[in-house]
């Protein structure tokens, strides 16, 4: 079996702590991206999601306003609303075990980090995909 190194997404977009869940939106949709590892101080410190985003967002039925959500979601830092202890691998770890962690913890996504606990990629179910297209093709 293969490893998570060889289909991970390298060097992933992240964001600071400290910036806002507006930042986090836009930077999300830009780079067409659901999901990004938060840094502090160029250590990684957690995972920000379009769904957490979601839930944290004032629904529909609220009586503010666009511009009143925008403005508290300008001012709200991405560390109030992250996971602080996602789920992780290394890049060592094989295929079926990063897909059996995806599968029985219901995620998207896996961070992948070294053995000092640094980010070096996020193994997304588009990754795991690749590999599963790879692997039909070729037959192994």
Known sequence: MT???KW???NPFTINEDAS???AIHLMKEKGIRRLPVMAKGRFVGLITERMIKDYTPGKATSLDTW???YLLSKTPVKDVMNKAPH???PETDLATAAQAILDHKLYGLCVVDAKGDLVGIMSVGDML???VEFAKTGK
Request: hydrophobic fraction near 45%; proline fraction near 0%.
């Open 130 to 132: 690749r590999a599963v």
């Open 8 to 10: 991970m997404t390298k």
């Open 68 to 70: 009143e959500v925008h």
């Open 21 to 23: 869940i507006i930042e």
């Open 88 to 90: 992780t691998v290394h």
């Open 3 to 5: 490893s998570v190194e």
